[in-house]
């Protein structure tokens, strides 16, 4: 038990944070929805709670991911936050599919009049707000884990470009705190309108619109926690630290080099190429400072260098000019 929760303060807290936040928000939300029966209200309680679900498991998983390697599983555990996330969407997926019924009801058999109107807008105001505050912070978390400097509110639009090189639970929140934030800004605008101007069947269209939003989080969290899954090579990586073995001098070339992502984690596999006149001890300098090396970038835990003479012939080829990768600052 001291294990689980030495483990659970290493979890990803933007996850817990928006766990919190979203069941919070689905209960205020489900309150509102049985005094209001406003079916974009309904979409969003829903939203909320999928979204609370789904960031808890993410917490655990991310958590449980950290647990050091054992003797039955040598390779660690750094997997386990992609088997996590991909059980978690489908609970987000089922949400998805009820909210879009009920909208599709909704739309066939609008209102007629509308209750409580200023009772949902005041708790959709409350979720934009507080949405918006965990997308913030979650942006943050992005620029943090790429070793960029955060800027204020603008965190949020230049947390985009990083997107790809955050870790898969960070990723998660960030993308469904956009949709969270979109759904609750759509539902708000949805009951305006439709009590401005009587068209009641647009809390319909706008529940159907949250929820294929939400089956376009699932898809794109299922599709990149399946490759994490299976075992995916960092391309950006691997590029940067083909060249850094390179520049080494007594390196002549790389037979084989993989940098595969596993969970959070990167685990680097190199077959490099030598002068066969170098001694064993010499060799093993060679290794003991490019393992170092390889250790201080962002995100490496596991690193496997073999040495092979060199053959003459050059195998390696560098997939294009040498990214930008920060070092990370080493404990």
Request: proline content about 3%.
């Amino acid at each position: 038990m001291g294990e689980l929760f030495a483990l659970l303060k290493d979890g990803n807290r933007p996850s817990l944070l928006a766990a919190c936040v979203n069941f919070f928000l689905g209960c205020i939300k489900g309150v509102a929805f049985f005094f209001t029966g406003n079916v974009a209200m309904f979409a969003e309680m829903m939203h909320s709670f999928g979204d609370s679900a789904n960031q808890f498991f993410v917490f655990i998983g991310s958590a449980l991911s950290k647990k050091a390697p054992s003797p039955r599983f040598p390779n660690g555990f750094g997997r386990v936050v992609n088997l996590v996330c991909l059980g978690a969407v489908l609970i987000v997926g089922i949400l998805a599919y009820e909210t879009i019924r009920e909208g599709w009801h909704h739309f066939r058999h609008p209102a007629t009049e509308s209750t409580g109107m200023w009772i949902a807008l005041g708790v959709l105001a409350l979720g934009i707000i507080l949405e918006a505050v965990v997308l913030h912070k979650a942006a943050k978390e992005v620029l943090h884990e790429v070793g960029v400097e955060s800027k204020g509110i603008m965190s949020i639009p230049e947390s985009v470009k990083y997107l790809n090189r955050a870790k898969p639970a960070t990723k998660l929140v960030w993308m469904e705190d956009l949709v969270a934030t979109s759904g609750n800004i759509l539902a708000f605008l949805a009951i305006v309108i439709a009590n401005a101007t009587g068209y009641f069947a647009l809390e319909g269209i706008i529940s159907m619109v949250i929820g294929l939003m939400m089956f376009y989080v699932v898809a794109r969290v299922f599709l990149d926690n399946a490759r994490g899954a299976i075992g995916e090579t960092d391309g950006i990586m691997l590029n940067h630290i083909a060249h850094l073995v390179s520049d080494h001098q007594d390196i002549r070339d790389i037979s084989r080099l993989d940098v595969v992502k596993e969970g959070e984690f990167l685990h680097v596999d190199l077959v490099a190429e030598t002068n066969p006149a170098l001694s064993l001890a010499y060799l093993d300098d060679v290794r003991d400072h490019l393992t170092e090396l390889i250790l201080s970038q962002p995100g490496v835990t596991k690193v496997m260098i073999y040495f092979d003479e060199d053959d003459g012939t050059q195998q390696w080829v560098h997939r294009g000019e040498r990214p930008t990768v920060l070092h990370k600052i080493r404990p």
